[in-house]
Structure formats: C-alpha cells, structure tokens
C-alpha cells in the first residue's frame, strides 16, 4: 500500500515529539528530586559561605542573616557553646535547647529545641567516629568541621515525623568553643515541588501533544502541497511538454526547486532546439575533418614534392659520377651540386623538425630583458652580404626600448620576415624596419618590402607548411614555404600578436611584443 509523503512527514513528526514529551516526564520523575536535592545542597553551602562573613555580634545580624534566608529560602540557626561539663546528650532525654548552648540567631518557632539536639546529636557521633550513611562531610574550609546530613526529625507535639536536609558547621572560637551554624530545609518541601513540576508536565504536555497534533497536519498539508504541484509538472515535463510551470511564491527550499524545474523546463526546451542545430553543425565538422584531412594530405604532398627534385638530383649526378672519362672540373662540379641539393634537404628536414618541437610545446622559452634595438641590428648583420648583393635600400626606425622575451626564438622570427621580404622585392628593392610603440604598451617590429601585394584570399594561407603564393613553386631562391609556419608558431608560444598587411608598394609584416614591465594577456 503506498503511503503518502504528508501522512510520513505526520506520523514521524508527531511521533517525535510525542517521545519528547514521554521522555521528558519519565526522566522528571526519575532524575528531577535528586537534582533539586543536589540543588538544595549546594544552596545550603552557598548560604553558608554568605552568613560566615556575617560578625556574630553585629547589631544588624539578624536582619542580615534574614535576608540571606529569604534568598535562599532556608533556617538558620546561629548557636554559641557554652563552657559546661555536662552532657546534654542523650538521645530521648533533650526536647529543648540545653544549657551549654545558647541561640544567636534564630528562635524556637522555625526549629524547635528538639529538632536542634537531634542535629547536635547526630554531628556529636560523626565528631566520635560513628558513621551514617545519611551523614556525610562536607570541606567548607580547613579549619571548620561540617557534615551534610538527612535525618528524620519528630515535632514535639506530634507523632507524625519528616525528614530534614541539613547543614551544620563548627566554627572554633579564641576560647577554645565553637560557634555552630545550622542551615536547614525540608526534603518533604522538595518532594512537593518535584511533585508539583511532575503533574504540570503531564497536563502540559497532554495539552501539547494536542495542539501540536493539528499544528502538525496543517504544516504537513502545507508542506507536500509544493511537492505534488512539482511532480505534476515533472511528469508533463517527462512527456515533453514543456508548457506547464510550477506556481511556488515561497523563498525556501521549495521555491527554489520550484524555480529550478521551471528553469530546467525552459533550458530543456531551448536544448531540444539546439540539438536540432547541432546536427547540422555536426555536418560542418564532418567537413571541417574532411577538409583537416585534406590538408594533411596536402602537407605529405608538398613535402614529398620539395624532397623529389633533390633526391632526383642526387641521384641523377650520381649515376653521372660512374660514367668514364670525367675530367676533374665536371667531377667537382657534379659533387658540389650533390652537396647543394643535400644541404637544401637538410634545412627542409631541420625547418620541420622545428615546427613539430615549437607546436610539441618540446622547446621552452627562455626569457630575458635587452633593448629591441640590438636584436634588430645583430640580425641586419646576418644578411649584410646579400643586402650588398641585391643592393637593398634599408631602413631603420628603432628605438632604445627594452622588452622581456626569449632572444633566440625572436631572432629566428625576425630572420623569417627579412628574408621573406627578400625573396620578394621588386625593383625598388626597399626594406624597411620600424618599430612602434602603440598606445595599450604594446611594441610594433614591421618589416616592410617593396613588391606585389599578397591577393586577399591569400592572407590567412601564407602562414601554412610549404604555401607559396607562387604556385610555379619556382626553384630561384631556395626557399620551402617554411619560414612564416616557423615564425607563426613561436610567436603564439611566445604569447605575442602577429600579423601581415598590405600596404601602398609592398607588403608588411609584424609582431607586437609587451614592453618591459609589462604582462602578456594571451
């Protein structure tokens, strides 16, 4: 049989609190008159530790001491030894206060005289060594004897006896005597307050138990009213309806849920449509792949084709080697284009082995602080001769400005641009080099040649592997197709801004690199 959230959340909750209540009359009933016993003892010592600073023979004493028993609602009984050698007591022979003692405070009214010899009785023997298991001693201080004590006391005129919580003190005098304090207070009063307290409890908690029993299915019904509205939408939800929401004004827990499934309700909806437009962006990933492939595939031919012609060679002039009658000058010749088509593969192969270690991650920058201007100019030397040959017009506009980037890897960028920019100058064979400071605390290097611009479907495919704008694949000045993929890769692992742009009479390229000081946002 199923069983209802509302009658679960009742049934618990009610039980709970009903094993409160029992528990707590049954712990009342068993722990409560010890407690206020225990209480009432530590009462007694505290209202003695009160009255012993009190001088006996102050003439407001008994309004002093009055007061202090009114606060701690017990009797106090002040007496003072007198010097006797008789023996007052014998226990059925004393109904009154015997001559060696006289009251300082108290009188026969609140405790009789025979109540007062039952207590002297009694603190007598614990001083003679005999021992009672209602009688047990009590350290006030180290000079005073005191005994906490429950005897059963009768009044004089009465037969019927009671039973009395008491606290007696001696207090030695300079004279050899001892003052005796008593500080008494009833059991059967504490027994009658336990009592009291029990049958409060039980009407209380009877009177509880019913109203918290209606309070309770009212919260319960309150309670699951928000969750049966939630399941209902759930279940629409779950049958891809997505039109009902859940009305839950509250800010608990349950409007948040409320909130939440309305949100869910809404997000599903919207994903269903996405996933609607996911499958024809899957068609353009498949495309995408197709095309990745493609370029693999493109990237396997250029390199076969950029090592065919040499090998070719090679192999050609080597078979011309074998051949008799060669003179010296055609053997020397022969080998010196063998060496020049070997080294030619060489640097193919070392140009690749470097693109795969800078796009690995394998090669770490390794950064440093100098002026931008000594890497310009320590690169210009590198190619003094061939700006000689060609008879390049160059230009630098450098400054002193220090940047924070690894030297090596930047040079190596730098003598990509230059000597791109050789291999296609025009007639006006102008190379210039400027570098700008832009206004976010980024450096411009621009290396500028004269020549044809680069067709505007070109621009995002020069920095690929082996791409030549110059589809002839022309064999003049040696180059792969290799030096921007180089410099494209390490400028990204370096973290720094690149790009090319055409411009009146040629083409520029450049990289921005932050200033010293400075952090790179990749």
Known sequence: MKTSIKSKLFLITYGII??????????????????????????????????????????????????IEKDYNVDIQILKELLSTENPFEEGVITR???????????????????????????????????????????????????????????????????????????????????????????????????????????????????????????????????????????????????????????????????????????????????????????????????????????????????????????????????????????EEYLNIIMDESNKMNRLVMQLLKISQLESGFTEPQFSQFPIKDLIDETIRFFSILFEEKQVILQINSGDEEVESDFDQLQTVLTNFIANALHHLDESRLIRIDCLEETDGWLKIIVFNSGKNIPESEMERIWESFYKVDKARTRSYGGQGLGLSIAKTTLLNLGHRYGVKNEPGGVAFYFEIKKKNQTIND
Do not use: W
């Not at 049954?26 to 008159?33: H, V």
């Not at 010890?34 to 530790?49: G, P, Q, V």
């Not at 498949?286 to 370029?295: F, G, Q, R, V």
């Open 18 to 67: 009903l094993a409160f209540v029992l528990g707590l009359i049954i712990l009342n009933n068993t722990f409560l008159e010890k407690y206020y016993i225990r209480t009432r003892e530590r009462s007694l010592l505290e209202a003695f530790s009160d009255v012993s600073k009190v001088e006996v023979y102050d003439e407001d004493l008994s309004q002093i001491v009055y007061e």
């Open 97 to 331: 206060l015997p001559p060696p003692y006289v009251r300082l405070y108290g009188n026969q009214f609140s405790i009789n005289d025979g109540i007062i010899s039952d207590i002297m009785l009694e603190f007598k023997n614990q001083v003679d060594g005999f021992t009672s298991d209602q009688v047990k001693p009590i350290d006030v201080d180290d000079d005073n004897l005191a005994y906490l004590m429950e005897i059963n006391v009768k009044e004089n005129d009465r037969d019927n006896e009671f039973q009395l919580l008491s606290l007696c003190v001696a207090i030695p005098q300079n004279n050899q005597l001892n003052h005796y304090y008593i500080l008494t207070v009833t059991v059967q009063s504490i027994r009658d307050s336990v009592a009291v307290f029990n049958g409060f409890t039980i009407v209380i908690g009877f009177i509880f138990m019913i109203i918290s029993g209606a309070l309770m299915y009212f919260i319960s019904y309150r309670f699951t009213n928000p969750l049966l509205q939630i399941n209902q939408v759930a279940k629409a939800i779950a049958n891809m309806n997505f039109e009902n929401k859940v009305d839950v004004q509250s800010n608990d827990e349950f409007g948040d849920l409320g909130r939440n499934i309305n949100l869910m309700s809404t997000q599903l909806e919207a994903s269903i449509r996405e996933l609607q437009l996911a499958n024809a962006k899957l068609a353009n990933d498949i495309e995408l792949k197709n095309k990745i492939d493609a370029m693999r595939k493109e990237f396997i031919a250029n390199a076969s084709h950029e090592l065919k012609t040499p090998i070719s060679l090679i192999l050609g002039y080597c078979e011309a080697l074998k051949l008799p009658d060669l003179d010296k000058a055609t053997s």
